[in-house]
């Protein structure tokens, strides 16, 4: 499970647009790759200089630029002065702690959103962030992590010519990888959604204090969910609604509703599942609580049928000398007799009354 909140106190002090990486420290070069395509022609390769990167920005073509790993200050700083992002959005770039947003900065947005991936070994959620750069004719994606991304499919349609994507413009390919993002939320959410069923079965079954520490698990899962998808709905909103014209065509933004929904979508579920996993804390502490009222029923019902049969043995052992009974040849037999009916009679009364 990643953290909530990562350490910032190395960048205490320092002024704004200052460049320091936020996060999870690699050792790993940086990754570029370029894919520049149009209707007709397409052209991928992995960039080894960012002296390729210059004349990408000028071209007719749609030209999609994918950073992975955003560790190595210097190379991204290069990468921002060549296409001239703002000082602000690359410090937002390295700073991996951001929360989702949008910024329009007339030339080109700056979008920011986390990728979400389920470890099935661990039974968790990986995240990282994913910054994306849109402008007239290119897409730039930033990723933190290097071990692999979503973003696959999208890449075979490019390369195969499916669908629209290689007629439509960068707008429309910012939109295909928000939205590819934004469907594995379900794949996470159905993940989740099993771990929270076998949950149930445990509770109703056999609660003990592992299901406890698997439902506070999820219920953490919960509130970074919640934290980075809640505000993914603001930023699709803004796009959907046409704030920045030029960038976004009429066309990309009745898909973007799409989006929209599906976020919405999410977020609905999230909530669902919040309520679902605080209600099961509440049963398993109520199915405790009855555990342990059970135990004491049974054994209030024990020290109450021991309680005249101590009573009769504590009289006959006080071994006063004018006590008749003691010389009775058949007494002890006798007393064993009523205790054994004492303790009978007060069981089948406690059943009568369903007590026991």
């Known amino acids: 499970m990643p953290k909530l909140i990562k350490k910032r106190s190395k960048k205490s002090g320092l002024p704004p647009g200052s460049l320091i990486h936020i996060g999870e420290k690699r050792v790993e070069a940086v990754k570029i790759t370029v894919l520049d395509y149009d209707e007709t022609q397409l052209h991928e390769e992995e960039i080894k200089s960012l002296d390729r990167c210059i004349p990408l920005k000028d071209k007719p073509t749609v030209t999609w630029i994918n950073v992975e790993g955003v560790h190595q200050v210097d190379v991204l700083e290069k990468l921002g002065n060549c296409f001239g992002l703002h000082p602000l959005i690359m410090e937002d770039i390295l700073n991996t702690d951001q929360r989702p947003k949008m910024e329009d900065f007339g030339g080109y947005i700056y979008i920011v959103l986390k990728m979400l991936s389920y470890n099935d070994k661990r039974k968790e959620i990986a995240a990282e962030q994913i910054s994306l750069v849109l402008g007239n004719n290119f897409v730039i994606s930033f990723q933190e992590g290097i071990e692999g991304d979503v973003f696959n499919p999208i890449r075979e349609r490019i390369r195969g010519d499916k669908g ?40 109703v079954k056999n609660p003990a204090k592992e299901t406890l520490q698997k439902i506070h698990t999820l219920k ?20 959907e609604r046409g704030d920045s014209p030029f960038l976004i065509n009429e066309i990309t933004r009745i898909y973007l509703r799409d989006v929209y929904d599906h976020a919405i979508q999410v977020i609905d579920t999230i909530e669902i599942f919040r309520e679902m996993l605080s209600g099961m804390l509440d049963i398993y502490l109520s199915s405790i609580s009855n ?13 109450t ?5 101590t009573f009769i043995a504590g009289i006959y052992g006080m071994n006063f000398k004018n006590m008749p009974e003691l010389e009775w040849r058949w007494g002890y037999l006798v007393v064993l007799f ?3 009916a004492v303790g009978g009679l007060m069981v089948v009364y406690f059943k009568r009354k369903k007590w026991l």
């Open 220 to 239: 953490r899962e919960m509130i970074f969910l919640r934290k980075a998808v809640w505000p993914l709905r603001e930023v699709i909103s803004r796009m």
């Open 164 to 203: 629209r994507i290689r007629k439509m413009g960068a707008d429309y390919l910012a939109y295909n990888l928000l939205d590819i993002i934004v469907d594995n939320y379900f794949v996470i959410l159905e993940r989740l959604g099993e771990d929270i069923e076998s949950i149930e079965e445990e509770l």
């Open 291 to 303: 555990r342990l009222n059970e135990v004491m029923k049974v054994l209030t019902i024990i020290a």
């Open 338 to 340: 009523i205790m054994a």
């Open 305 to 309: 049928i021991f309680m005249p049969l």
